[in-house]
């Protein structure tokens, strides 16, 4: 194709370079005389209302707009009939689309310094850009992840500008496009060509941008529909089912397996996304940039860096959300980051000599109290029960032998054996102190509780048993470590023998799903998949995408006949032997897996010293109340088995 001679506005000529770019509206040409600005010229000759309206927004730009965007700058003519058939723009020089940056494998080697501190710092930049356009009046109307490119340091700038919503000297010229994944749920289906947008409707898009780079390229409307049928994300965000809301079982949705919660984001930042998909805000409402702006701020000063992974930064006070994820999915989301000199290196040897050191403190010791005496009221009230019990037998005995010896005739001598026994417990009733035996019993019962919750706090805080059970902990930790070398083989060993399956798997992770053209798969379907982690060919050399809610034979049929034929194009190459990339990994693996255990041990250590040093202390401090406690008991017991013996 030829390159077309153009001029400017003011009639001096623009010579085109070599072609930039490329996409379904024009390409992008590079400038011969200039490294600063390109051009975009269109595939079909510019309407009057598209050229005015790019002559309008090239004079209401201003510096703000410039630092954020890739702005109209002018139109151009072609050299010959003088018609519109291009824009100048400024030239965006090292920066790339933003689904490079929230893709966790295209992250891994397009933006290799990015954690979750600086797609932070992305959404807050994205923030500020559509805040930006939003001051000049104009829509920005077709939000989508090839309208923003992020540069390495996380600075961010729009473009295709052009295709905003502009409203000015009483025209509107409309917004006619839209990706229906970014598109509000008012919007969905609608005739977009007849619609007027507003900041609200761009302010939903903007959500969107936001939850793709803080949760991993997972889609906030691509989760787990709970009722019946298939949820595609167009349906499910017309139907406003936000598959990470607090209230998502009301919608019947529940998110992705292996996703973390919308907490991870803190109560600011949640509550703006609930906001934004919540169907009260339809009307008006939804997060503005500056809210989001301030938002994002305060959480990014708010995280800190993963004790177990370097890569990984999170909340300072939540637990990181980054390592159950890679261990569930397998998938590195973050770059390598070196554990660096931070870090004081372990003498395992000499930690383990002071931890061999510390001895158990054997059992809980033996609390031995000789058994004491009965007090003197226990004596005195045993000695009067003893008197009362003699004096009702006297009593009895004597009306007895009146019934027998007194000549007495039957039935006399019967009624009188019956009122001496009456006689004997009648007495014994009126002189008992039984009163006083429940006294010593009541006594010997709260004693006998106070010496038992003493005699189990004694056992568990003087003994061993925690020490022992620590020390046996630190013990499998070291083993743990000395096992790393040998793990370490036997995954290089293992990577030798796979040197085939590694290559075909490489190689199938450079074709992209989203840029394949697959039957039955538009946009949609494909940020199903991405939400579910499936990004690449490689991803479908699983079972994983049978998973996925809306595949199912034919659409998996599909990729899979895919796979296949990139597939059959591999060529295994055995002379480029193991990829350094996949020796770091696992160098990577081990360094992370022997800091979390050498800490582990290093906190062990120091837990037994701690417990060493309690149960000593123990037996120093609770030693007299617990025999108090113990005396006590052997009192009230003696006291007891007295009065009632």
Request: proline share 5%.
């Amino acid at each position: 194709m030829p390159i077309p001679d153009v001029v400017d506005a003011a009639g001096r000529e623009i010579r085109l370079g070599s072609v930039i770019g490329q996409g379904g509206e024009g390409t992008v040409y590079g400038i011969a005389s200039s490294d600063e600005f390109v051009a975009k010229i269109y595939h079909k000759p510019l309407s009057a209302d598209r050229a005015a309206k790019i002559q309008l927004m090239s004079a209401f730009s201003n510096e703000v707009v410039k630092q954020v965007s890739a702005w109209p700058i002018g139109l151009l003519l072609s050299k010959s009939a003088r018609a519109p058939i291009g824009l100048l723009l400024p030239k965006i020089n090292n920066a790339k689309d933003i689904h490079k940056l929230y893709s966790p494998k295209s992250r891994l080697t397009e933006f290799t310094r990015a954690d979750w501190r600086f797609l932070v710092r992305a959404c807050a930049n994205t923030a500020r850009s559509f805040g930006a356009i939003h001051s000049t009046g104009c829509i920005i109307g077709d939000i989508n992840e090839g309208s923003v490119l992020v540069s390495p340091d996380a600075t961010v700038r729009l473009i295709d500008c052009d295709s905003y919503q502009v409203i000015a000297q009483g025209k509107r010229y409309p917004c006619e496009v839209g990706v229906e994944t970014f598109t509000p749920s008012e919007l969905q289906s609608k005739d977009l060509r007849e619609v007027v947008r507003t900041t609200n409707h761009d302010n939903f898009g903007l959500a969107i941008m936001m939850f793709l780079l803080l949760f991993m390229g997972r889609h906030p409307f691509a989760g787990r529909f709970l009722g019946r049928g298939d949820m595609p994300i167009p349906k499910a965000i017309s139907e406003l089912r936000f598959a990470y809301s607090a209230m998502r079982a009301d919608v019947q949705m529940d998110r992705p397996p292996h996703t973390p919660p919308l907490s991870i984001v803190g109560d600011d930042v949640a509550f703006l996304f609930e906001r934004a998909f919540a169907k009260q805000m339809v009307q008006g409402g939804r997060p503005s940039p500056d809210e989001w702006v301030q938002a994002l701020v305060k959480l990014e000063k708010s995280l800190k860096q993963c004790s177990a992974n370097a890569s990984h930064w999170h909340r300072n006070d939540a637990a990181c959300p980054w390592c159950p994820m890679e261990t569930a999915t397998g998938v590195e989301l973050f770059p390598f980051v070196s554990i660096g000199g931070g870090v004081t290196p372990l003498d395992l040897t000499a930690l383990w000599r002071q931890i061999d050191s510390l001895q158990s403190p054997g059992p809980a010791p033996e609390v031995q109290i000789a058994r004491p005496p009965p007090s003197a009221e226990a004596l005195s009230v045993a000695s009067s029960f003893r008197r009362s019990n003699i004096l009702a037998f006297a009593l009895a005995l004597i009306i007895g032998a009146i019934g027998v010896f007194g000549g007495l005739t039957a039935p006399a001598p019967f009624f009188f054996l019956v009122a001496a026994l009456i006689s004997f417990f009648g007495a014994r009733r009126w002189l008992d102190k039984s009163s006083d035996v429940y006294k010593f019993r009541d006594a010997e019962l709260k004693a006998r509780e106070t010496w038992q919750r003493a005699q189990k706090q004694w056992a568990e805080r003087t003994g061993s048993g925690a020490f022992d059970g620590k020390k046996q902990e630190v013990l499998r930790l070291k083993a743990a470590v000395d096992y790393l070398p040998a793990l370490r083989t036997s995954k290089l060993d293992q990577l030798r023998k796979s040197v085939k399956q590694a290559q075909l798997s490489r190689f199938l992770d450079t074709f992209e799903i989203d840029k394949a053209k697959l039957d039955g798969i538009g946009d949609g379907r494909k940020r199903t998949l991405q939400s579910y982690g499936i990004e690449t060919a490689a991803d479908l050399l699983g079972p994983a995408v049978e998973s996925v809610p809306g595949f199912g034979h034919k659409l998996c049929g599909t990729l899979y006949a895919w796979r296949d034929s990139l597939t059959a194009r591999f060529q295994f190459n055995p002379a480029t032997g193991i990829d350094r990339r996949d020796i770091d990994k696992i160098e990577h693996e081990m360094m992370i897996e022997r800091r979390k255990l050498e800490q582990a041990v290093r906190t062990g250590y120091e837990e037994l010293r701690q417990l060493h040093a309690r149960t000593l202390d123990a037996r120093t401090q609770l030693r007299e109340s617990v025999e108090a406690a113990y005396v006590q008991y052997l009192q009230a017991d003696a006291n007891y088995k007295a009065v009632s013996g």
